[in-house]
């Protein structure tokens, strides 16, 4: 992302046919070529909100670490092309990062969007570290894939582990589950990985039913819900049918002991904002939240920048969803590189699989499979919503982690809705 107040560390360049590559460099080097990490990211269309907070905090670490001195005494250049939410370009353009552009090392983000590039990736035998895909290694297994989201190892079972843990801890403890999602690849999944969960823990599942992708009035499928009266009801969902679902349930005071899981979209300020008024008592999952049992070393700070170097863009306006794991997946690029004084993708690989991180996403070692070797998707409850105000979401208690009980910050209430 430019700036216009930093005009000598970045640049726009390279216009080439069907796409441009936005190359952002430091200055204050020698005559020794860049190092150069390449890669696409959803600027445009559906994914773009996603997009450019990955960005903006790629050129953070950018502008880090060109201020130590680079890697290997080098320059360090971000190529970046936009992809435009449609997998069908990511080939070519991953083709052109490594025959024009000749970059040394490849990142990406979404599942959708790195997997159509994958067998360019594995033929030339190169390393990519990817973030936000969900078991995309699962149908290549390739050595040289790492991904930066905290599914594990078993990543379609982990989007809904969470919330079926902490309801089988519950007294009286829950007998029925109602299973609600989009029908499309990310519900699906998440839905998938809900009815193993509930078939493990021994939860009646009495209502199981996808919508649309394009639903717009959801007081139907709430009602349909409500009608079962099922305990428990877990949704997969995208952000307008999340924002939709909620407002239904509010509309005709659905109850449950515990309503949410998989919806995507209540990890940013927007919607976070949007629902403030019916939020509360709401379960989902998180990446990360600023609680005390979340606190790793450099993750403040990173934030704080990201959120100056941000403000009046429209983006995300809290940073706890896409930019501990997008600055994560470019420390341990950096960091790996560093130790083996390599850019050899097997020599980086190796070391990658065999080491522990220190990141701003706290530690990470990878397994066999390039996931994390330990998952640590976070299951939370809005307790302590009131107003809109942004600054009460950086306040321990209004959002509390429930699961892992490693990071656990506090206990759910129920039912849900609270106080309702």
Not at 380 to 396: A, I, R, S
């Amino acid at each position: 992302m430019t700036s216009a107040s930093h005009p000598s560390r970045r640049q726009v360049m390279l216009a080439l046919p069907a796409a441009t590559a936005m190359v952002y460099s430091g200055s204050g080097f020698g005559q020794t070529g860049p190092i150069k990490f390449g890669g696409t990211l959803p600027l445009t269309g559906g994914n773009a909100s996603i997009g450019k907070v990955a960005q903006a905090t790629m050129q953070l670490w950018l502008d880090d670490v060109n201020k130590r001195g680079g890697l290997l005494g080098r320059k360090v250049e971000l190529v970046i092309y936009d992809d435009q939410t449609n997998p069908t370009l990511t080939p070519g353009l991953f083709t052109k990062l490594l025959d024009i552009d000749k970059v040394d090392m490849l990142v990406g983000t979404g599942t959708n969007l790195i997997a159509p590039a994958m067998p360019l990736v594995i033929e030339r035998k190169k390393l990519m570290m990817g973030n936000l895909a969900l078991g995309l290694n699962d149908q290549f297994k390739y050595d040289k894939y790492f991904q930066m989201m905290a599914y594990g190892p078993n990543g379609k079972d982990e989007l809904a582990r969470g919330f079926f843990e902490v309801a089988a801890k519950l007294t009286p403890r829950p007998q029925t589950v109602a299973l609600v999602g989009a029908d499309s690849e990310f519900a699906n999944n998440a839905l998938e990985g809900a009815r193993n969960h509930a078939k493990r823990l021994g939860f009646r599942v009495v209502y199981d039913k996808s919508y649309p992708p394009n639903q717009v009035d959801f007081s139907s499928v709430v009602r349909a819900i409500a009608a079962v009266k099922p305990d428990l009801i877990f949704a997969g969902s995208y952000v307008a049918d999340s924002s939709g679902l909620i407002r239904a349930a509010a509309e005709i005071k659905l109850k449950a002991t515990m309503f949410g899981g998989a919806m995507v979209g209540l990890q940013v300020a927007a919607l976070k904002q949007q629902l403030s008024g019916v939020i509360n008592g709401l379960v989902n999952y998180e990446l990360y939240l600023p609680e005390p049992s979340m606190q790793f070393p450099g993750i403040k700070e990173m934030i704080a920048r990201y959120r100056a170097a941000t403000a009046g863009q429209g983006l995300d306006a809290l940073g706890f969803y896409v930019p501990p794991t997008t600055y994560a997946q470019m420390q341990v690029l950096e960091q790996a590189i560093t130790a083996t004084k390599s850019l050899k993708d097997d020599v980086l690989a190796e070391h990658i699989h065999k080491t522990t991180f220190k990141t701003v996403a706290g530690d990470v070692k990878f397994g066999p499979g390039g996931e994390w070797a330990e998952p640590r998707i976070l299951m939370t409850q809005f307790q302590k919503v009131n107003g809109k105000e942004l600054g009460q979401f950086d306040q321990p208690g209004t959002q509390v982690i429930l699961y892992p009980e490693k990071f656990k910050s506090g206990n759910i209430i129920t039912p849900y809705p609270i106080g309702g």
